[in-house]
């Protein structure tokens, strides 16, 4: 079974980058696809970007596409999301998520796992 913490959340100006990563655990991550989701306050949850099992193939929410991306490492057990050109509506608490079918997805439900959340704050 794979866990997953995330890190990297905090404060930005508008304009600013952050990189967040995703550590999971367990032998298997390789073959779960991995996906970035986000929650604003009084919102759902908004699915960001999701990554294949080898990392060959990303697919993006139209509102970050060109802003962010998404990266796996399967020898270090990570996922990254690097977010350029954040603006305040990218505020919101972060998730990463782990398809274990290793699907390509964009729906939250279709996800079996999910980290804690991460802040992410972007605010001058």
């Known amino acids: 079974q794979v866990q997953l913490v995330e890190s990297g959340g905090g404060l930005v100006q508008p304009g600013g980058s952050l990189k967040l990563s995703c550590a999971a655990t367990?032998?298997?991550?390789?073959?779960?696809?991995m996906g970035w989701f986000r929650q604003a306050p009084g919102k759902e949850r908004e699915f960001v970007a999701t990554?294949?099992?080898?990392?060959?193939?990303?697919y993006y929410a139209d509102s970050v596409k060109g802003r962010f991306t998404i990266s796996r490492d399967n020898a270090k057990n990570t996922v990254l999301l690097q977010m350029n050109s954040l603006n305040p509506e990218d505020t919101a608490v972060y998730y990463c998520?782990?398809?274990?079918?290793?699907?390509?997805?964009?729906?939250?439900?279709?996800?079996?796992?999910w980290g804690q959340g991460t802040q992410v704050t972007v605010s001058s």
């Open positions: 998520a782990a398809d274990r079918f290793g699907r390509i997805v964009v729906e939250a439900p279709s996800y079996n796992l």
């Open positions: 367990g032998r298997t991550f390789s073959s779960y696809t």
């Open positions: 990554i294949s099992t080898n990392g060959g193939y990303q």
